[in-house]
């Protein structure tokens, strides 16, 4: 991470308080690209550092400082990850936009999944195999069938009316599932840092990063959710931010 990263991204979100979250992350992701763009490029930056190194490597023995090339090789390794994580992250965001082309190999893989994951034959309760499409399909029936029919006669028989154990249990679910801060950072933690950004552009990876300064705005979003059952507006449609190029590329 850049070390004024913080600096520069807690800066342009403490500017747009009174704005709603997504307007925050729109204008917040457009502070970040005008940064972005004011450092120097990943071509400049190797090209310095192998250029140091070859005049290291062309001294005498005796003047060779191993220390300092030892940490430009370091530094060199760091800025090839951060220009591999970029393109990754960039196909991602292509994917999330475009989505997958039907390409041969995606087309085999996807036959390949549905054979293994297919239903061959089941077992029915007195032992027989079940093998055509339509005696799989009625076993299931009649399972389901049986099943939702008795835990509806058990509800009828303890006098209690169906309607009222399905609003109070859906209401109760509901008000208990409301997660707090520390919850919400946990789901955080444990999801995948690198996945497809979501509808602001912005992957997991960003989030852990900036939860000291985010955190409390994207609880208070996921809270005015569960409260009100409400989704962020639909329009204006948000699109992704221009990303630069790898160039001018710095990891986040």
């Known amino acids: 991470m850049e070390g004024d990263f913080q600096r520069e991204a807690s800066s342009s979100w403490a500017k747009s308080t009174a704005r709603s979250f997504d ?12 940064w972005i763009r004011k450092k120097p490029s990943i071509c400049s930056q190797l090209e310095v550092i192998e250029k140091s190194i070859n005049q ?20 060199h390794h760091n800025i090839l990850e951060k220009q591999a994580e970029f393109h990754k992250q960039r196909f991602k965001k292509l994917w999330t936009l475009e989505g997958d082309r039907n390409t041969h190999f995606f087309q085999q893989a996807i036959l390949k999944r549905a054979r293994r994951n297919r239903i061959v034959y089941l077992t029915d309760d007195q032992g ?17 069938k049986a099943l939702f029919t008795s ?4 509800q009828q028989n303890s006098g209690t009316s169906v309607a009222n154990i399905h609003e109070t249990s859906t209401t109760d679910s509901f008000l208990d599932s409301i997660p707090d801060k520390e919850e919400i950072w ?10 497809a950004p979501g509808p602001d552009g ?10 000291p300064w985010i955190g409390d705005d994207a609880t208070t979003l996921v809270h005015n959710f569960y409260r009100t059952d409400v989704e ?3 329009e204006p449609q948000y699109q992704y931010p221009e990303q630069p190029s790898s160039d001018h590329f710095e990891q986040q």
């Open 151 to 154: 835990q509806l006669q058990q």
């Open 23 to 34: 307007l925050k992350t729109k204008y917040l992701a457009s502070d970040l690209l005008k």
């Open 56 to 75: 290291i490597q062309a001294s005498q023995p005796a003047q060779q400082d191993h220390g300092l090339e030892k940490h430009l090789i370091q530094q």
């Open 232 to 234: 962020l507006p639909e």
């Open 128 to 144: 027989q195999p079940l093998t055509t499409h339509d005696q799989i399909t009625a076993c299931f029936n009649n399972y389901f």
């Open 186 to 195: 946990q789901i955080l933690r444990h999801m995948k840092s690198d996945a």
């Open 202 to 211: 912005f992957n997991v990876a960003f989030y852990r990063a900036a939860w």
